[in-house]
């Protein structure tokens, strides 16, 4: 069993930034953020391959977001610049060690999740 905690989260004005951290019990073959705002899916973020540190980022975030990972904290990291009020969302750290896409569905582990707020 792989807890997380996420931490971080705040509210910013657009433009600002914010470091997401999540602190898991063990660290997994793949780690990931997810965000979910009210009265949508769940959306993947940006996640990272352990052991390779191969990322990869949805559109949206390409430029802005930085994912990182620690193996030997067994932490993983979203640093996210230049946000925008549509980056408003509930931010989820996910985990997994058997991968085939980048969807909720595909992660076993998850934190409770940490509020980021970007006003306008």
């Known amino acids: 069993q792989v807890q997380l905690v996420e931490s971080g989260g705040g509210s910013v004005q657009a433009g600002g930034s914010l470091r997401l951290s999540c602190a898991a019990s063990s660290i997994t073959n793949v780690m990931g953020w997810f965000r979910q705002a009210p009265g949508t899916e769940r959306e993947g973020v940006a996640r990272?391959?352990?052991?390779?540190?191969?990322?990869y980022y949805r559109d949206s975030v390409k430029g802005r977001f930085t994912i990182s990972r620690d193996k030997a904290k067994s932490s993983v990291y979203l640093q996210m610049n230049s946000l925008k009020p549509e980056d408003t969302a509930m931010y989820y750290c996910?985990?997994?060690?058997?991968?085939?896409?980048?969807?909720?569905?595909?992660?076993?582990?998850w934190g409770q999740g940490t509020q980021v707020t970007v006003s306008s």
């Open positions: 996910a985990a997994t060690n058997i991968y085939s896409s980048f969807v909720p569905d595909n992660f076993r582990y």
């Open positions: 990272i391959f352990t052991a390779s540190g191969n990322t």
